[in-house]
Antibody, heavy 126, light 107 residues
Framework: QVQLVQSGVEVKKPGASVKVSCKASGYIFTDFGITWVRQAPGQGLEWLGWISAYNGHTISAQKFQGRVTMTTDTSTRTAYMDLGRLRSDDTAVYYC???????????????????WGQGTLVTVSS | EIILTQSPATLSLSPGERATLSCRAS??????LAWYQQKPGQAPSLLIYDASNRATGIPARFSGSGSGTDFTLTINSLEPEDFAVYYC??????????FGQGTRLEI
């Protein structure tokens, strides 16, 4: 079955960087993209960005531009999200989810965020 | 940026009742709207896509409707496992992709 498995809990100090991985299985990795979404404790969902595993094209939310780097390794079917210059308000659960391969995809279930990884808790604290 | 506003923030119902959740967009998103369910301690999961299509394996008691700016998620005859938080999401005009703030469905 289609599955995304993320890396484990991270504890970082303010100003540091964190790199979260997301390993895909059960589908052709390069036929889709990966999106990253975070959820602060007790809060809603916030979109960070998207990367096409097909061509490596990335789009990030303006709020995170310059701080977030998204990459993929097609040989290991793994996506990575690197967030730098961490602050305490970056403390959150970070999710990856399978996403469409293009930024102009149309209708259809494959063009939505499905499935999601289990989440990675990132705690930023001095 | 398209803002999605969900209402109510919390909905208190009993098993067997019908739930009606609303999502309003600040500008038209056509039918590029999805609904996700999130249970405590779990990742969100896709329920409805393209405003009205049930995702694979989703029971028929879940239905979505709407287009443009006004959307509704209806859950008929609530089951105990349906009590969760529900989010709407749009991808019509992105970046950014945006989510509503969520509706908590509680017993």
């Amino acid at each position: 079955q289609v599955q995304l498995v993320q890396s484990g809990v991270e504890v970082k100090k303010p100003g540091a960087s964190v790199k979260v991985s997301c390993k895909a299985s059960g589908y052709i990795f390069t036929d889709f993209g990966i999106t990253w979404v975070r959820q602060a404790p007790g809060q809603g969902l916030e979109w960070l960005g998207w990367i096409s595993a097909y061509n490596g094209h990335t789009i990030s939310a303006q709020k995170f531009q310059g701080r977030v780097t998204m990459t993929t390794d097609t040989s290991t079917r793994t996506a990575y999200m690197d967030l730098g210059r961490l602050r305490s308000d970056d403390t959150a659960v970070y999710y990856c989810a399978r996403a469409p391969p293009y930024d102009s995809s149309g209708y259809g279930q494959d063009n939505w965020f499905d499935p999601w990884g289990q989440g990675t808790l990132v705690t930023v604290s001095s | 940026e398209i803002i999605l506003t969900q209402s109510p923030a919390t909905l208190s119902l009993s098993p067997g009742e019908r739930a009606t959740l609303s999502c309003r967009a600040s500008q038209s998103v056509s039918r590029y709207l999805a609904w996700y369910q999130q249970k405590p301690g779990q990742a969100p999961s896709l329920l409805i896509y393209d405003a009205s299509n049930r995702a694979t394996g989703i029971p028929a008691r879940f239905s979505g409707s709407g287009s443009g700016t006004d959307f509704t998620l209806t859950i008929n005859s609530l089951e105990p496992e349906d009590f969760a938080v529900y989010y709407c999401q749009q991808r019509h005009n992105w970046p950014p992709i945006t989510f509503g703030q969520g509706t908590r469905l509680e017993i």
